[in-house]
């Protein structure tokens, strides 16, 4: 059964820009051309040109922009890659797609990104890269992570699947370490209407690379320079993705706007609110609360026909697939503390006042013990 108000809705945004998309899907169908083409290129110059950064390169998804960043850094077996266990699954497969072995390190409890001492404490010579990942849309804390990766030589790669636009100190995530890694996944602040995800750096030689390797590591055409792969943006998601594109900042801030009606609706119940750290620009891909009672508000909510979705609810390190045999630091009590607690509430750009007014009465009558509606 539909929600009243789901956690998301990908087709309210496919709505609200309906006649634009429809433009510029005929025009893809009209131009006989589907896969790595003008609108491609387009979309790279005006992403990197949204970013401040000189180049990107579009590729099929958000896990292939990771684990081809690290394949064009020569990173691969034998060598380890930091991140955090409290994250999309996707970072984690990626780092081992390429070849290596994740390392996992815990989260700050406020911002719910990479707690730099904890990355200190796993951090050895076999470290080659680490992946920060701006989880929820809240930037992680870069300056003291870049300053740890430059003490070991390691590479930073941004992971910023949840962070489009995000910015620290007004400098945009994705173009403060060696590499940014985004996905379009139709969910993403910034998503296509399939699967899609580019690479951007300041390290033209690296682009290039990795605009090979994003096809079967051709430099010309048909001759394999290096062994690569097929991670390729279709022209369909590219059309798509530069009509989004012009929105992004607009949507971006009115998701800041719903996180404000939020903190002022839900500010006196016993609950955590996000916080947002000094410099930082939260996009808010996701408006996440914490309360031990989060099962039972969950399904609170759910009676009362409200979406509210749990992301993450199992780390990384306890998943059957990873928890024998992943590398990991001592204590990840922040990381199991936040995936037993935390709960993300309806947050997409098209949420009308009302609608939140309505989430905060149904959170406040399970705190309240009165029924809502
Ligand atoms: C969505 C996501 C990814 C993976 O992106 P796909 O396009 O689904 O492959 C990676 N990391 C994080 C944090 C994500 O949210």
């Not at 609200?16 to 893809?28: L, P, T, Y």
């Not at 994705?174 to 590499?179: A, D, E, K, P, Q």
């Not at 993300?344 to 009302?354: A, F, K, V």
Request: net charge neutral.
């Amino acid at each position: 059964m539909a929600l009243d108000i789901p956690q998301n809705s990908p087709y309210a945004n496919v709505l609200a820009h309906k006649a634009e998309i429809e433009a510029a899907m005929a025009r893809v169908l009209a131009s006989g051309w589907y896969i790595l083409g003008e609108e491609v290129a387009a979309f790279e110059r005006e992403f990197a040109a949204f970013l401040d950064v000189p180049h990107a390169v579009g590729v099929a998804s958000g896990t292939d922009a990771i684990h081809i960043a690290l394949r064009g850094l020569g990173i691969g077996a034998g060598d380890l890659v930091a991140t955090v266990s409290h994250t999309a699954v996707a970072t984690v497969a990626a780092i081992e797609l390429a070849g290596a072995a994740p390392l996992l390190a815990d989260i700050d409890p406020e911002t719910y990104t990479m707690d730099p001492a904890s990355l200190q404490s796993v951090m050895g010579p076999k470290v080659k890269a680490i992946i920060p990942v701006h989880l929820y849309g809240h930037p992680a804390a870069l300056a003291p992570i870049l300053k740890i990766a430059e003490s070991y030589g390691a590479a930073v790669i941004e992971d910023c699947a949840q962070s489009h636009g995000a910015k620290l100190d007004g400098r945009a995530t994705g173009t403060w370490g060696r590499v940014g890694a985004f996905s379009f996944y139709p969910t993403k602040n910034l998503g296509a209407l399939g699967d899609g995800g580019a690479v951007v750096t300041s390290d033209a030689g690296l682009a290039a690379r990795i605009r090979s390797l994003r096809e079967y590591g051709w430099r010309e055409r048909y001759v394999s320079s290096e062994a690569g792969l097929n991670s390729r943006l279709d022209e369909m998601q590219a059309a798509i993705l530069r009509v989004k594109l012009r929105y992004l900042e607009l949507e971006n801030a009115r998701r800041r706007e719903i996180a404000l009606w939020y903190g002022e609706l839900l500010a006196d119940l016993p609950l955590t609110l996000p916080t947002v750290a000094d410099g930082a620009t939260h996009v808010f891909h996701q408006y996440v609360v914490r309360t031990v009672r989060r099962d039972a508000l969950r399904e609170h909510l759910k009676q009362s026909s409200i979406g509210a979705l749990i992301h993450y609810p199992v780390p990384v390190h306890l998943q059957p697939a990873y928890r024998d045999r992943v590398t990991r630091a001592d204590s990840l009590a922040a990381t199991e503390a936040a995936a037993r607690e935390v709960l993300s509430l309806p947050m997409y750009p098209e949420l009308r006042r009302d609608q939140v007014e309505r989430v905060c009465a149904a959170v406040r009558g399970f705190f309240t013990g009165r029924a809502a509606r």
